[in-house]
């Protein structure tokens, strides 16, 4: 059973830095996607970023292209989500997930393509 396990959340001002991390356990990640989403109150479940285990592509939102970076420790079976220039409206819940490696490009970005989800960190960004 993979589980997912998040950290790393807090509260930061405007134009801060934060790096979440997702450990994972059970399973074998090279047959995994990793992704990363959040959810704001209010609001729908949305994709921020992923990273196939297998070759390191990246893929991101265009709201976090440029301030965002995934990155993947494969000996520790551990993502990376670091964030800068953070901006209020990036406040939400954070969720890791895990999808099956042949999930193509633009399914990365569609919550329904990842089996796994962990229990979510919140971040809050301050003005």
């Known amino acids: 059973q993979v589980q997912l396990v998040e950290s790393g959340g807090g509260l930061v001002q405007a134009g801060g830095s934060l790096r979440l991390s997702c450990a994972a356990s059970g399973g074998t990640f090279s047959r995994h996607v990793m992704g990363w989403f959040r959810q704001a109150p209010g609001k729908e479940r949305e994709f921020v970023a992923a990273i196939r285990w297998s070759g390191g592509s990246t893929y991101y939102a265009d709201s976090v292209k440029g301030r965002f970076t995934i990155s993947g420790d494969n000996a520790k079976n551990t993502v990376y989500l670091q964030m800068n220039s953070l901006k209020p409206e990036d406040t939400a819940v954070y969720y890791c997930?895990?999808?099956?490696?042949?999930?193509?490009?633009?399914?990365?970005?569609?919550?329904?393509?990842?089996?796994?989800w962990g229990q979510g960190t919140q971040v809050t960004v301050s003005s």
């Open positions: 997930a895990a999808a099956q490696a042949f999930t193509i490009a633009t399914m990365l970005r569609v919550p329904l393509s990842y089996a796994y």
